[in-house]
């Protein structure tokens, strides 16, 4: 077969750039070790320096759909310092060719492992599979990741459509994921997630127990970082992404767009200070201009119609949910939605039930404007405090709002 002579010289080293994350065929298992999982964004869709990984993309796809093949599946493993067993798979039907190298980082050395591998020769080992492999590995570790194990794989979903993905595990166990779809008639590599690294690093940096470090802020890069990157992002491209990362995008840009027009007026009491910052005030990013207040209401309404984003979504307020030390993405949502919800829903100054009634956090107080709050309480009732459910229940029991605390979420 040709692409195992000419595919696996030229694809072997950017194969880390595909893995068994969230695929629906042959999952690779994950321990509970690798259960933690974050996203990261490597840039090969555009570049002078990601041309090369383009053109090989283009190349083994093209052969493996020349071939039949339907499945291309990679694996490297750290073993001893700068010392990786790289080994991949290519699937036909039934039909599986394994090949395998033990690669030395350090002199570019590359070694048959297995008697297939031995029958394979690469032209110019030493001058393009070792730069290649390094550089690959370069991307990733230039985002503070300490590689252990990094597992790919392609899958073709349709005819010219494959499904690329990526997953890193690092010394801790934690899997770093990215995916991305590859349009092989168009020659479209098209990642399945925002770059929201900016975000994380800049809530890594302001986020405590007691609040925001507005003052960190105010001399963070990371935040205007993510914002610009936000703005850049067209309509089409936004609209290219799945459903929850889509959601994960603009609960991110409306807390970065609270914390930086916080930030910009801080020290400052109360955001009611800062003028027009819920409905005069535009936002810019993912082909939109909004209002805070149209960002939220979009969110609740619309295609996304989620309303457990009124626990993600922080206007940076006394009243406001706590804010996550972390930015939201699609592969994640569902999970961190949950978690905001039942942390909010339990705690006791959010909401509780007397014979007068049953009082909730105005957080709550968008979906009654929207008159769906009765029917989305039914639906979390069993996140609810058992005292609250049960006053709910039958809908006799009338609904007040808590006083909403407009000072700010500092905490200096």
């Known amino acids: 077969m040709r692409i195992l002579l000419l595919g696996v010289w030229l694809f072997m080293p950017w194969f880390f750039l595909f893995t068994t994350a969230s695929l629906p065929l042959a999952r690779q298992e994950v321990s509970a070790q690798e259960a933690t999982e974050k996203e990261i964004f490597i840039h090969i869709h555009s570049g002078l320096k990601t041309i090369p990984v383009r053109k090989v993309i283009d190349y083994v796809i093209d052969e493996a759909e020349d071939e039949g093949i339907t499945e291309i599946v990679g694996n490297t493993r750290h073993v ?45 080992d030493n001058y393009v599979i070792g730069p290649a492999i390094n550089l690959a590995l370069a991307k990733i570790e230039d985002k503070g990741i300490q590689v252990e194990e990094i597992r790919g794989r392609g899958v073709r979903v349709q005819d010219k459509l494959w499904q690329l993905s990526l997953r890193v595990i690092d010394a801790q166990g934690v899997s770093h994921v990215q995916e991305w ?62 459903r929850e990362e889509q959601i994960a995008f603009w ?17 400052v009491g109360s955001v009611k200070e800062i003028k027009g910052f819920f409905d005069k005030e535009k936002l810019k990013a993912g082909g939109k201009s909004l209002t805070l207040d149209e960002l939220r209401d979009y969110l609740l309404g619309g295609d996304s119609k989620e309303p457990r984003v009124l626990f993600a979504l922080v206007p940076g307020t006394k009243s406001s949910p706590p804010l996550r030390k972390e930015a939201y993405c699609g592969r994640l949502l569902e999970r961190q939605l949950e978690e905001d919800l039942k942390s909010f829903l339990t705690q006791p100054a959010n909401l509780y039930a007397t014979e007068a009634g049953v009082f909730l956090s105005p957080v709550l107080e968008p979906l009654a ?40 979420n500092a905490g200096e």
């Open 251 to 267: 609960i991110n840009v409306y807390n970065a767009t609270v914390l930086r027009r916080v930030a910009e007026k801080y020290p």
């Open 369 to 408: 404007k929207r008159g769906t709050l009765r029917d989305f309480l039914n639906k979390v009732a069993s996140s609810l405090p058992p005292n609250v459910s049960k006053s709910l229940a039958g809908g006799k029991k009338e609904i007040k709002f808590m006083e909403y605390d407009w000072e700010v």
């Open 181 to 242: 779809k590859y349009d092989h008639k168009h020659k479209e590599l098209t990642p399945q997630h925002f770059d929201h690294s900016d975000l994380d690093m800049a809530l890594a940096s302001c986020v405590t127990a007691k609040g925001i470090k507005y003052s960190t802020l105010k001399k963070d890069v990371h935040l205007e970082e993510f914002l610009t990157k936000a703005s850049k992002l067209d309509k089409l491209e936004l609209a290219a992404l799945p």
């Open 80 to 124: 001893e310092w700068d010392v990786w067993d790289i080994a991949i798979r290519f699937l036909k039907g039934k039909g599986t060719k394994e090949l395998s190298w033990r690669y030395g980082r350090e002199k570019w050395d590359l070694q048959p492992m297995n008697e297939a591998t031995k029958y394979y020769s690469f032209p110019l």
